[in-house]
């Protein structure tokens, strides 16, 4: 232990922040979380995409009275460390006690991470809604159903991960509210994303995640190529394109999505646009060395959906080419710039909705940060 700590520290104290650039950028997410009964699911797609990276697992607890929570704060941080462990995340856990979730969001963007492994990304749920669906009893049952022990592959007694598991809040009934973050109002939400973004950093939001499983075991049964989707539209920034190519491309090099998917870059043109349209991503591509198959969708409010914030239309019609493309297994989209009005928040929140009801699994992601060099760059 003390040589490891000396080594640790030496090689932490080397990485200079000065000397960050996109050549060495890396996945760092902040990813918050509730309850890990509604996103386990998440948790360990973002342990995923999160490859070579840095992953924070994050939560605020609320309290009004600071003198009373140290006994909670303790078992909440255990409680976690023991659920990366059993379900073999290499993750951090980071928790914060506030009165307001979006001020405790905010502390943990600036206070998380050690010298210079701090989070880039911060990693948000939808906006109040939660899976029905128990998801650590989930993960138990395929522990229990796919159980291989060996000196390599050490097999998680069952009994411990029923004690880790039995220190988050059971699911409520059907019937009952759904939302983690129902006591959260969409100004608040918007906030933490603002707050992320004037701290230079990416933000994200992630939808339908518990439908990855069934997806990815129908690409593996079925003939069909299934794909991983990239729609930068609205014409995005150059940082935000770069990011959702970045993190697709670092999920498709996984072993479980490299075997049975493909990427491939969607973009809303008209057609008289569409051959330059399709000349520009592939250079894109080719500057950015990654390998993608390249579809033109055709849309008479193509026109409207470059120009942001778009119309409630264009979310519509949006929603509904992505649902046309049946063999995606997961989207990457551009995530709207959160607007300043406080005003306009609850119309975000609904756009947003609007946009991703019905489809797959989906990533929204806003960049402010080069993550990627062109070939052009002379690397």
Partial sequence: Q???????????????MDEATAKYWRPQ????????????????????????????????????????????????????LELGRCTKQKCFVDVAVDSSIRRGVRQLVITSGLGTMRPNTL?????AENSRCDQLAEYRSTCKKNRKDSIWNRA???????????????????????????????????GILTDALRRAKNVGILRHINQIGARLQTAKCYPEQFYIDIWPVTRCSLHSYELLLQLAAILNATKRWHDCTKLRVLSVSTEAMSKLDETTIRNVLKSLRIEAEVKMVFSELADAMHVEPMSTACYKELNRLM??????????????????EVAKAEKYVSDLKVLTDNLPPIVLMHGVQSVMTHHTDGI
Avoid at 123 to 127: D, H, I, K, T
Avoid at 167 to 172: E, G, S
């Fill in 2 to 16: 003390a040589l490891m700590y000396h080594q640790v520290r030496k090689y932490l104290l080397r990485l200079r």
């Fill in 29 to 80: 997410f902040l990813f918050m979380v509730n309850n890990p009964r509604y996103s386990l699911d998440a948790m360990l797609f973002v342990n995923e995409v999160k490859k070579g990276g840095l992953f924070i697992i994050g939560k605020v607890m609320i309290e009004d009275d600071d003198t009373s929570h140290y006994d909670a704060y303790n078992s909440e941080v255990k409680a976690l």
């Fill in 123 to 127: 990693l948000l749920g939808f906006y």
């Fill in 156 to 190: 998680i007694p069952l009994k411990e991960f029923d004690e880790m598991a039995a220190a988050f809040p059971v699911l409520p009934s059907p019937e009952g509210p759904t939302a983690s973050t129902s006591n959260m109002s969409p100004v608040d939400y918007c």
């Fill in 323 to 340: 649902q046309q493309e049946t063999e995606a297994c997961v989207i990457f989209s551009y995530l709207p710039k959160p607007p300043a």
